[in-house]
């Protein structure tokens, strides 16, 4: 999988509300980072919305972007979830969530207004967001035992590396971010050195 070396996100959760002939909808744009927190979020909207008549989101994942979803809940298919992530697309960003919450107000809108308006809720959530352009890492771990601490973390100064956990023990744990062009050098500095460890824990 080639990822490309950077990618847009959102930095800030917004609301947005948007009206059309007494139907409110009602917009979330939320950072993520997985499906887990997906689910947690939209519970959470459900939860807080308990009487509304659907909750429509798309989603999209991952620093190519090929992860992604729509989602209509039971209103006419591609009429709101198909909408909400083309609004995420057109921002261009990844790792972002949107949902729209419909409270129906008695007049049918349409197919076409109900695209019209889950557009609308989308992009206007997506207005008030703040976007940050994050560098794809390579995360490893490292797995040595006690003796060898001073070593290592002389290596993690000198090469400066991004060291996103730690625990020492006896037996010690290091987890550093490296780009991955630069994954194959910081592998070879482990060549020379005995009882060591070392896990590719994720790119992202």
């Known amino acids: 999988m080639n990822l490309p070396e950077s990618y847009k996100v959102i930095a800030t959760s917004s609301t947005s509300l948007f009206k059309d002939r007494g139907s409110k909808f009602i917009g979330y744009a939320e950072p993520v980072s997985s499906e887990e927190e997906i689910k947690e979020k939209l519970d959470a909207i459900r939860s807080e919305h308990p009487q509304a008549r659907h909750v429509c989101y798309a989603f999209v994942l991952l620093p190519d972007h090929s992860h992604y979803r729509a989602a209509d809940d039971g209103e006419p298919n591609n009429s709101a979830g198909v909408p909400i992530l083309n609004q995420i697309r057109s921002l261009e960003v990844t790792n972002t969530l949107v949902a729209v919450v419909r409270y129906f107000g ?71 971010a490296v780009t991955p062009h630069e994954s194959d050098q910081f592998l070879e500095q482990f060549n020379h050195i005995k009882n060591i460890e070392i896990e590719h824990v994720k790119t992202a």
């Open 106 to 176: 008695g007049t049918k809108l349409g197919v076409p207004g109900l695209i019209n308006a889950y557009k609308m809720a989308a992009a206007l959530a997506l207005e008030e967001v703040k976007t940050e352009i994050k560098h794809v890492k390579s995360y490893y771990n490292i797995h040595f035992e006690y003796p060898l601490m001073n070593e290592i973390m002389r290596m993690a100064k000198v090469n400066n590396w991004d060291v996103t956990h730690q625990r020492f023990e006896l037996d010690c744990d290091l987890e550093v």
